[in-house]
């Protein structure tokens, strides 16, 4: 499923998630975490729907989520509120709990996004941006992107074949379930393999690597790509801004402690905000017009 946001050009589809991923990865407040995680599965849900949604996180992200917060007060006692001891004297404090609770946070945070971001920011949109700054390597990395989930649909196809044929690798003895497993395997490794061979005789045939050999692109930076690119623009600048001042400082050690809450550092998260639910209020803006047009007809 695609929304309106990824037809937008690819430089603020870029900019848009460098915003989003870069504050979630480096400025640990729990409030900007708790934005940023709120605002990625929303925004997954508008890309996928909520199945989708749902299935990933809790299949795959909440158990991460658990083993990242409990192995963390583990290994790190520090901190001055201490719940209790572990069996070999070491401290288990609150400061670790809570730091470790925050780092499972992000890290949820950052996938949840990236699951986006291979939604919106399709290879050929990749290729645009960095084909001519760095080819080799910007080829390399859009067909690693576009390689997973196309094995990911071989290896369905291919299971589902086997299921038909009564070799479903849920049924039957352990020694069977291992033997299925590895005809499947085996049958999407031959897959890729012929499938390399065909995209290097697609490309040579196309050219690639000759000198003055040229690319197309039908990019084009429109009205509101510039109007969308300001506002990101300015957001993001208030936000680094307020953030280099100091203003949503937040510690977790030696005891819990952040900057004080007032109307700027108030400001600054609600700038956070608007910079994460932007692909959702142009969605928003764009149904209500083509509602407003439906309804003139």
Known sequence: MKDTFSTYHPVLNMLYFCGTIGVTMFVVHPVIL??????????????KGWKKT?????LFSLPMMIIVALINPMFNHYGVTIIGYLHNG??????SCVYGLVMAVMLVCTLVWFSCYTVVMTSDKFIYLFGRIIPSLSLILSMTFRFVPNFKEQVQEVSNAQKSMGRDTSEGSVFARVKNSIRILSAVITWSLENAIDTSDSMKSRGYGLTGRTAYSNYVFE???????IYLAVMITYFLIGALLGKINYRYFPSMRGTDMSFYSTSIFISYIMICIMPIIIEIWEELKWRKLKSKI
């Open 34 to 47: 708790a934005i940023s995680f709120i605002c990625a599965v929303a925004y997954s849900v508008v890309l």
């Open 54 to 58: 749902v299935k990933f996180n809790l």
């Open 223 to 229: 009205k509101r790509d510039v109007t969308a690119l």
């Open 90 to 95: 070491n401290p288990f404090t609150l400061e």
